[in-house]
């Protein structure tokens, strides 16, 4: 099944930043079976000084999930994105 969730990020500087998203999964054995058909980590932001957005992610987890024996007491997922700013 197809989920939506959503980050807000924040620019806490006094200046334009443009970052790219590092993506962090808990537990990370579910790495193989997460799929991203949608993300803002894909791209580049740029947020304004101070700004505030709301970032989506779109996925699902590949339904050969169930066969693995060791996610059998899966009962949680932990996502999370660190922002480092983009160096050209």
């Known amino acids: 099944k197809t989920q939506v969730i959503s980050f807000e990020g924040k ?8 970052s790219t ?3 962090i999964a808990y537990p990370e054995k579910i790495f193989p079976y997460l799929i991203k058909t949608e ?3 894909f791209t ?4 304004k000084p101070m700004e505030s957005k709301i970032f989506t992610m779109v996925f699902y987890l590949d339904p050969s999930l169930d ?4 996610l059998d007491n899966l009962k949680e997922l932990v996502f999370t994105y660190k922002f ?5």
């Open 44 to 47: 580049q932001q740029t947020l």
């Open 11 to 18: 620019n806490l500087s006094n200046r334009i930043v443009t």
């Open 21 to 23: 998203a590092d993506f």
């Open 67 to 70: 066969s693995d024996r060791s």
């Open 39 to 41: 993300c803002f980590c």
């Open 84 to 88: 480092s700013e983009y160096k050209s």
